[in-house]
């Protein structure tokens, strides 16, 4: 189960559950949707996965599943993350 994490793992941004700006990769990586595409370009600066939009748990499951509390806030070194991304970002994820 998703753990849905409440903010961006780079800038720090709440993405609580109900947020429509939540990407994660694989690894339930959580990152805003600014930073995923614009500053990481699709490429996810830990395991070099591709991003996808976070689902929403409904409101009738998140009493019984509730969205972590726990913040993950570890920003990434941006210049070693662009290198990662410019050998990456035009190969498929699956092909990755």
């Known amino acids: 189960m998703l753990e849905i994490r409440p903010n961006c793992e780079h800038c ?22 600014t930073c995923a595409i614009e500053i990481f370009e699709n490429v996810c600066p830990s395991c070099s996965g591709n991003f996808t939009k976070r689902p929403i748990r409904p409101s009738k499951m998140i ?3 509730p969205a972590s509390k726990k913040r993950v806030y570890q920003p990434k070194d941006v ?13 498929l994820p699956e092909n990755r």
């Open 12 to 33: 720090n941004k709440d993405l609580p559950n109900t947020s429509t700006e939540a990407m994660i990769c694989s690894f339930e990586c959580t990152y805003c949707k």
């Open 79 to 91: 210049t070693l993350s662009k290198i990662n991304s410019e050998k990456l970002k035009n190969i």
């Open 63 to 65: 009493e019984k599943y």
